[in-house]
Structure formats: C-alpha cells, structure tokens
C-alpha cells in the first residue's frame, strides 16, 4: 500500500519539469491521468530525440513519466472542457505547467474548477508566475540558471559562466510543485476546501542560492567562484588531482581533518596551528592545498578511496557511463528493469524513495492515449458517444 493510492491527479503538462514532479506522485502511488492534446501529437517530450523506441515514443519521454496514465482530450475546445469538468468530479488534483497567463484561459485554475469540486487542489508550475510582467513569458531551466545566479557561481574563475550538466531547476521545481501538491491535498481533505498553489521555476531558482543569497542580503558578501568547485569557507573541501583522475574530499566537520591527515601519512599537519580550525585552515587555504596536493598525487583515485574507506568524506569525480556502471549503483538497486509493449525489456533508474525498506515498483510511460477509452467507460460514457468524441477529434 503506497502513500497515495487512491488519489487521482490530472496532469495537464509538457516537457520536463511538471512532468518530472507528477512522476514522484506516482511513484508514491498516485493514479496520474496525463492529459495530451490529440490535435498536435500530445506532450512534445514524446518527440524529444535523439533516442527513441519508435515513433514519437522517447527515451527522454519515459525519463519523466512512468507509472502514469494518457488520456488523449483536446481542453482548448468546449466539448473537450465538458469531458475535463467531469473528470474533475472524480479527481483530487489537477496539475498543470503551462505558461503563466494559460491556466485561467482555459479554466484550470480553482475559480473555474472548484465550482464543479469544492475540494479540488489545482497546482501550477509556470516559468515566472501566474500574475505579473513576466506571467505570459515562457521561461526553461536554463535561462533560470542565467538569471539566477547559478552560471556565474560554477566553472573555474576567469572561464566563462557554466550551467550545470543536468536540467536542476526543472528537477527541483518539480519536486517543490508534488511536495505543495501533496500537502493541499491534505489540507483538503481537512477543510473540503481545494486552492490554488503556485511554483514557478524562477523561485525555485532563486530559493535555492539559499545561504549565499543570507550571505548577500545581510552581509553584502556576493559569492564569485572557486578553484576546483572549492566551497566558499569550509577548507578542505574541494577537488583535488590523483595520479590517475580527480577526487572530492569535503572535510566538512572538524573531525574529518585530522582523519585525513592520518590517512595522507601527515599527521603532524592535524597540530599544526595554521590548520588548527576551519578559520584557521581558510585563512591558509592556499598553503593546505599544496601540502595536499603534493601527497595526493601519489597514488590513484581508488588507493584514496580505499585508504579513505568512510572515514574521511570523499568521492572519486567519475564520468556518466562510470557513474551508471558503480558497483554501488548496483548494490543499491538504483537501476531497474521494465517492459516496454514493442521494445521489449529496456533499463531505467529506479524511483528514488523506498517504502518499508524496497524500492517502489514502477511501470513504464503510456503511449499516447493509451486509457482513453477505459477512462471514458469508467466515467459512464457510452459507447456510442466516445465514439462521437473520438470522430470529432476531442479524444
């Protein structure tokens, strides 16, 4: 028995970062109704190359939407709007991440929807809002990682700005759109009453410079950037060179450097008082880093790993492939297997949350369309008018 079982969402999305979060309702057992647009092939992901199963069937599509259902429905029509309002009835959600100024266009926000279910929970993740200048811009990730700081705080001092490798902001927006979701829905069921709830990527961007942001709206410090991705006061924690690649160490309690210290042959550097605290070791970064890198080079990254053995925090800097081959990846059953109806057996990641201890079991993403007509049938439809939905193009 999962968390959410019993509850119904509708999810009125594209592309990656709702997608992402209504993935993690499922995961935790929510009945997610993916809603797509039959008039123009349904949620764009499914076209999103370079890797596909067949037509217009991604890989990246079935990154963002496993465990979920499509019913194919076209809302922008009113036949399509009747169909939608009766789905409500039965539904607990709607989600939806479209661009800021659409939802109260074609009614899926509370002023519309709760007169037809007073306990409706209708959650919106849009690029910068759904009120204000910018609420009709569309707006991605990575324009979010530019506007918010992220590219002037990552990369080597002096190269260019540098986004992150991964689409974060989708990731996280995600997460904070399922997290308020979920926690309407509880108020909900509390009051009878749904609301509304808003994410936009720009703040989930913006909340997440955090600390520096304290730093900055406090104390003026604007944080630039490090050697070696080095965080900004505790020493050491950085990258540092092997004799065979590239290690992180984060000495992040002081604790770990004299563990260090010990498990480099230097001992002696736990007592020396230029190293004796974090203000201290900051204050002689640059004279700690040499020492270190002068023992670390010695050996290669898994001698570290080895000698480290989890008593000093560390972590050797692999690439995609060897991250995804990590024995522990294996070990910790990160990786699982689906079926796909015409591909056959193909390799996914696991949903990330375990339940009593096991990982959840997922399903793999629908085609388009794929419970339409069970859908239909379920909400009393008969067979001569989904017929007549289908013949004029609203399914």
Request: charged letters at 20%.
């Amino acid at each position: 028995m999962l968390p959410l079982e019993g509850v119904r969402v509708l999810a009125v999305e594209q592309y990656g970062a709702g997608p992402f979060g209504t993935q993690f309702l499922a995961d935790l057992g929510a009945e997610v109704i993916k809603i797509e647009n039959p008039a123009d092939g349904g949620d764009m992901a499914r076209d999103v190359g370079p890797h596909f199963f067949g037509p217009h069937d991604s890989l990246f599509f079935h990154s963002l939407n496993r465990g979920k259902k499509s019913v194919t429905l076209d809302i922008g029509r009113p036949e399509g709007r009747a169909v939608l309002h009766d789905l409500v009835t039965t539904a607990h959600a709607v989600a939806c991440n479209l661009r800021g100024d659409v939802p109260a266009k074609l009614g899926l926000d509370y002023a519309a929807l709760g007169r037809i279910n007073r306990a409706i929970v209708c959650a919106h993740l849009t690029a910068y809002g759904r009120s204000g200048s910018r609420a009709a811009w569309p707006g991605y990730d990575y324009l979010m990682q530019a506007e918010a700081g992220f590219l002037a705080l990552t990369g080597e001092p002096g190269s260019p700005p540098t986004r992150f490798g991964l689409s974060m902001v989708d990731f996280m927006a995600g997460l904070a759109l399922a997290a308020a979701l979920a926690a309407a829905l509880v108020g909900a069921r509390t009051s009878g009453t749904g609301r509304d709830v808003d994410v936009s990527l720009f703040d989930a961007a913006l909340a997440s410079t955090n600390y520096l942001a304290t730093w900055y709206l406090n104390r003026g410090h604007a944080q630039q950037r490090l050697p070696r991705s080095a965080h900004p006061s505790l020493t050491p924690c950085q990258l540092y060179q092997t004799a065979d690649g590239w290690i992180f160490i984060m000495c992040n309690k002081e604790k770990f450097w004299p563990a260090l210290c010990r498990a480099v042959g230097r001992p002696e550097w736990a007592g020396d008082p230029r190293f004796a605290d974090f203000s201290a070791r900051l204050a002689h970064r640059g004279e700690l880093n040499e020492l270190l890198a002068s023992e670390l080079c010695k050996r290669s990254t898994a001698q570290w790993m080895e000698a480290f053995s989890g008593n000093v925090p560390a972590a050797p800097v692999l690439d995609l492939a060897r991250a995804l081959d990590n024995p522990f990846v294996a070990e910790c059953g990160a990786i699982q297997t689906l079926e796909h109806p015409q591909a056959g057996r193909f390799r996914a990641l696991a949903p990330p949350v375990r339940w009593a201890g096991e990982r959840i079991p997922a399903r793999p993403a629908p085609a388009l369309g794929e419970h339409t007509f069970a859908v239909l049938r379920a909400l009393g439809y008969e067979e001569r008018r989904i017929a007549a939905l289908r013949e004029t193009g609203i399914v």
